[in-house]
């Protein structure tokens, strides 16, 4: 039996401190301090809609896989939305209201996605989704989120090319992680040859068409690119092409159990990360997966992310240690999950903005939004729905956590449809 999660440092009644990991608020912001009074907002002002919000709950919908080849990756998004609402709640809640949640297995298939997605906008009247990992996943459900006018945060990196007045992007698209992790690997390393891998769906065939562009434009080269269906197991053929090719750069995006066995036949084929050459730089393997990868096969490798759960800062230590101690001391943190735990928070931080939870109030008080206290340092909302936030790069140990060996000194701003990738 887990424990109840614990209320992260900095909680008070006061409007000038704010629980870590919630909204601290930029000055247009109405930050709501514990203690609100669901009397003070009657159901009927707050939802007008017909939304899953009563005089005491405010229901929500989650939905990850939890099952199938990607449970590998989005088990953390559940357990940290999971953390997220459960300080919440014992902040007093949203609006004077507990949040309660339904959670839905999309079971690692794209169709049960949007099935799921269907019943909790349809009948369920969620005012709000914390879902998807896939880019796959994500394009099932977004023509439903915006025929019924459903809210869905999204936590994955992904490939850009996308605005949606229906979602808002916790990770990062194109620019904050592909053009950036190309522009360190060519800078530092002095790349001049890359190899592309990847798995068979939307986000690594687009990823890899960005990072083709941008390679080719500074001159570089792609001497291979291959693509492996989800699940897939057998890499060997694929690790003999890169070996007789010898690129500088292995830039991998395989997603899910597969990263188990690239990495494991990877290091039986006697391709050593550790050493100079060649660089293995990943935007797809976070803590979460090398769990099941192992670090001694991953050790050496580069990941270009915006967080590790090695960031070491006071927001982050307090974030890993409440993790921790709902989930087990074993366990890891990876992007995705930081990026998972935001949403909750981002959700409440708009519903207050716009003393409603009704959908299209919410969106309105969306752009703006500011969060200082985020594990990773400070996030805000962009107007495009996706945040600014920092790159980072970091090197994977034996350990299985990465060492942060680079990141940006200034916030990235989100640029989802960038001239000349699309």
């Known amino acids: 039996m887990k424990k109840t999660p614990p209320v992260l440092p900095g909680v008070h009644t006061n409007r000038r401190n704010v629980l870590m990991g919630g909204a601290a608020l930029g000055a247009a912001t109405l930050f709501m301090p514990k203690g609100l009074r669901a009397q003070d907002f009657p159901t009927d002002q707050v939802n007008t809609t017909g939304l899953a919000v009563t005089d005491t709950t405010a229901t929500v919908g989650i939905l990850h896989s939890i099952t199938g080849t990607m449970a590998i990756s989005e088990t953390g998004s559940v357990q940290a939305e999971k953390l997220a609402i459960a300080q919440i709640n014992a902040q007093g809640g949203i609006l004077g209201r507990q949040i309660d949640f339904i959670q839905e297995d999309g079971a690692s298939d794209w169709p049960t996605f949007a099935e799921k997605a269907r019943k909790l906008l349809i009948n369920d009247r969620v005012p709000a989704v914390m879902g998807c990992w896939t880019s796959a996943s994500r394009k099932a459900v977004l023509p439903i989120f915006e025929q019924q006018n459903g809210f869905l945060y999204y936590p994955t990196f992904y490939e850009g090319l996308e605005e949606s007045p229906n979602v808002i992007y916790t990770g990062q698209e194109a620019t904050q992680q592909i053009i950036a992790g190309l522009d360190w690997v060519m800078r530092e390393k002095g790349a001049e040859s890359f190899y592309l891998i990847g798995s068979d769906y939307i986000w690594p065939r687009t990823s890899n068409k960005i990072a083709r562009i941008h390679i080719e434009k500074n001159g570089k080269q792609v001497v291979g690119e291959d693509y492996f269906p989800l699940e897939h ?104 999950t930081q990026a998972a735990y935001l949403g909750p ?78």
């Open 345 to 422: 928070w981002l959700w409440k931080a708009a519903v207050e903005r716009a003393g409603s939870f009704d959908v299209d109030k919410v969106r309105e008080a969306s752009p703006g939004i500011e969060l200082d206290t985020a594990p990773e340092g400070y996030v805000k909302v962009h107007d495009n729905h996706h945040l600014w936030s920092r790159t980072r790069v970091g090197r994977a140990n034996a350990e299985g956590q990465y060492d942060v060996v680079y990141e940006t000194a200034d916030l990235i701003e989100p640029n989802p449809f960038p001239e000349g990738y699309q």
């Open 233 to 336: 197991t057998q890499f060997n053929s694929t690790i003999n092409r890169i070996r007789l090719q010898r690129p500088d750069v292995i830039y991998a995006i395989v997603v899910g159990g597969s990263n188990v066995a690239f990495y494991r036949q990877l290091k039986a084929a006697g391709i050593d990360l550790t050493r100079e050459a060649p660089t293995l730089l990943t935007i797809s393997v976070t803590e979460d997966e090398i769990l099941g990868i192992g670090g001694d096969n991953i050790e050496g490798a580069y990941a270009c992310m915006k967080y590790f759960q090695s960031l070491d800062n006071p927001n982050n230590e307090a974030f890993v240690a409440a993790f921790k101690e709902m989930w087990g001391s074993d366990i890891v943190i990876g992007d995705v």
